[in-house]
């Protein structure tokens, strides 16, 4: 069926093309090759944010929550030139201690960040999901009333999975009930325990980050079409491994409710994140 129109999507992982000279980046970006058929060939440019929000507008995204690294100019003056349609969404490391935390309480300060991010696999070292480490990240996500994104499940570079299994936010959820937490990335395979966990938890979500459409796990899109309607965020993964093409004529066969499409594309976004209609 079609996509209904007129929506205003809101996309929970959009974002610049990775700097030419991050090379921890173009490693990652090789190893995930494999995932995709292929990938945006999209490269980092003075007029990338222009390009982003033309994009955006060919599919009806109205505002984007994008990466902002602490120290890379071109997401920075992305999120402060635009702050109408690009969100900014903090990548803290847990290893960094207070450091990353002061990082966070400045970015919600001066570039008005919406939310944090942070993949616990590929960190170094890694951090689990409930590890004591983050908890001071946590703490301070409730202070500012933002919510956190956390990669779940089987991680797409070479590196061990332990540190995103799922079942590891069933502490975080039990120590932080305030935390809105979000999982990133369909949390395979154990997506029946996560939905589990989803309906337990009345602050965890999920958010279809970094998988085509076609690809969406079918317990998730049960869930949004019952219980879980209020539950599951639409998240893309341009430019980073999915065009916007592909995403937006893959959801056209996603069999979602009439009622679910406005909360699955724009209103569980808003609420998450605290946005304004």
Known sequence: MPIPQGIGVIDTLIGLPMPDDDSKATELHEEISYLYRSFPQVRRHENSAADLLREMDRHGVERGLIPVHYGDAAEVAAVRDHPDRLLGCLDVD??????????????????????????????????????????????????????????????????????????????????????RFVFRHCCEPWVDLTVRLLLKYPNLYYSTTAFAPKYYPRQIIEFANSRGADKVLYGGYYPYGLTLDRIFRELADLPLADDVWPKFLRENAIRVLRLEN
């Open 94 to 179: 847990p290893n960094a201690g207070m450091r990353s935390v002061r990082q966070l309480v400045e970015a919600r300060q001066d570039l008005g960040v919406v939310a944090a991010q942070f993949m616990p696999s590929i960190l170094s070292p890694p951090v689990a999901i409930n590890d004591k480490r983050a908890y001071p990240l946590y703490a301070k996500c409730v202070e500012l009333d933002i919510p956190i994104f956390v990669n779940g499940g089987i991680p797409g570079p070479l590196v061990p999975y332990e540190t995103q299994h799922p079942g590891l936010v069933d502490e975080v959820c039990c120590y932080f009930p305030e935390l």
